[in-house]
């Protein structure tokens, strides 16, 4: 472990550097960002969320599971808005059995008398076995998971999101339901998916899109409003993975090309000075009449909340992946957590 680096240096090293300090012991431990994760994890963690989905269907399954883990506490830290993420995360750990405690609003918190974030989540690792986080600010949870490495606290931090940065947990819950769709269809190497929307600032599409170099002979099709796309750090990322992508602007060009599509929202609570407006985003939503040029076993996913990318119709059609994909963040999360404290063993054999 890189113990006595200062921050400055640890945080501009590239993402496969900094993975070993992520590690404890070999094992998993901070869920920080996507590129820690290489294919033998995520084959790793797809099985085992299917095995949990599996033992969870009986009662003897669900005691089983609640014992893993009983007498651990997580703290969920959320101070950016979450539905999805929070609560999953707040099922996952009670699936296993552990306590949860909640900070969603620091108006009641130590913060307003002037105790730096910092300060407030070191505080929690006195408290708790596990720290759950979503914060507005890129690399926040990269520096807490730095701070408690640094100070000798074995307490891990799980990113729950990061500004416009990274929602790794998220990207592994699209890998997982990639999986499941394409389980009989090859897996996903080969697969083309075309992500869409406001690609600059979606974290979801980042963080996956830096898990699908994982598999092989995969294409992206980057399908986004001029000053939205892609940034050039995941572009160049891409490229020296050799992961092949193309960038578009007529979303119904590519539909007919593609395995999975994947939409997203236009993410304005990133604006400087309302510059969302000028764009015309409904060239980037999902038409009715796009259904027909679909291929016939493609999927069509969405991290949510939607807005009118894709119409509530289309809820119906069985390519329509995302009320899935909200049920596979569960699992996936109870998995990464039983994995985080080895007992992803115990869980296989059982
Ligand atoms: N829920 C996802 C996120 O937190 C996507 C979104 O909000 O648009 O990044
Ligand atoms: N997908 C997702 O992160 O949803 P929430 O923002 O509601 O947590």
Known sequence: MMRGIEWETFRKLRGSKKKEY??????????????????????????LATKIRGISKGNKGVRFLQSLLQGKRAMLYFVQ????????FMAACQILGIQCSEVRDTST??????????????TFS????????????????????????????????????????????????????LHR?????????????????????????????????????????????KDLQMGEDLKEYLREQSVDFEEKDDLEEVIPLVDAVYMTRIQDEYDEAGESKRIDYSKYH??????????PNAIIMHPLPRREEIPVEID???RAMYWRQVRNGMWVRVALIAKIFRKDRDIMEY
């Open 81 to 88: 808005p979450s539905t999805r993420t929070f609560l999953s």
């Open 181 to 225: 769709s394409f389980e009989n269809y090859g897996g996903i190497d080969g697969k083309k998916i075309a992500f869409v929307g406001d690609l600059l600032r979606g974290r979801t599409v980042r963080s996956l899109a830096y898990l699908l170099r994982n598999y092989k002979g995969v294409k992206l099709y980057f399908v986004a409003p």
């Open 126 to 177: 006195s408290y708790v076995d596990l720290i759950i986080m979503r914060h507005p600010q890129a690399g926040f949870a990269e520096r807490i998971a730095f701070l408690l490495n640094q100070i000798g606290r074995p307490v891990p931090v799980i990113n729950a999101g990061s500004g416009r940065d990274q929602h790794p947990t998220q990207a592994l819950l699209d890998i997982y339901t």
């Open 22 to 47: 992520f590690l404890r012991n070999g094992n998993i431990f901070h869920v920080i960002m996507s590129q820690q994760f290489d294919r033998k994890f995520l084959d790793e963690i797809c099985e």
């Open 109 to 122: 918190s130590s913060e307003v008398k002037g105790e730096s974030q910092e300060d407030t989540v070191r």
């Open 286 to 295: 999902f038409k009715r009449e796009y259904l027909k040029i679909l291929p």
């Open 316 to 318: 119906e059609d069985k």
